[in-house]
């Protein structure tokens, strides 16, 4: 099956639902900076895989893939900050840490799936 546009990639798909957690749990926080250093982050993992998708360009997309995988780490980082800062529970932060973790080795797979000529 060959994927035609990002949004059926399971990498930007699960970056996504990311987001959407990071933001619903950060969203009364009062440490703005922390909050919106978080939030981008998450962003940024999602928006690297559609941007170079998009760029129709194989070693382009490994690129923002690698990026992708950054922001990712960035996140799992800001995640263990919070859970010493106590912003989070212990469980949260685990299953977030989870799928911080799912995200990065589905997008290390794509990364390794894309042929460059």
């Known amino acids: 099956m060959t994927i035609t546009k990002f949004e059926d990639l399971v990498a930007w798909q699960k970056g996504q639902d990311l987001s959407v957690e990071v933001y619903k749990v950060f969203r009364n ?9 978080i939030c981008r982050a998450s962003v ?13 360009n194989p070693k382009e997309f490994r690129r923002f893939l690698f990026i992708a995988i950054a922001s990712c780490a960035e ?10 800062l106590e912003y989070i529970s212990k469980d ?8 911080c973790t799912e995200i990065s080795k589905i997008i290390r797979g794509l990364i390794n799936s894309i042929k460059i000529k």
């Open 44 to 56: 940024s993992i999602s928006n690297n895989i559609a941007e170079g998708f998009d760029r129709f």
């Open 92 to 99: 949260l932060n685990e299953k977030l840490i989870l799928i």
């Open 75 to 84: 996140v799992k980082s800001m995640l263990y900050l919070a859970l010493r």
């Open 29 to 37: 926080s009062k440490d703005f900076s922390f909050k919106d250093q």
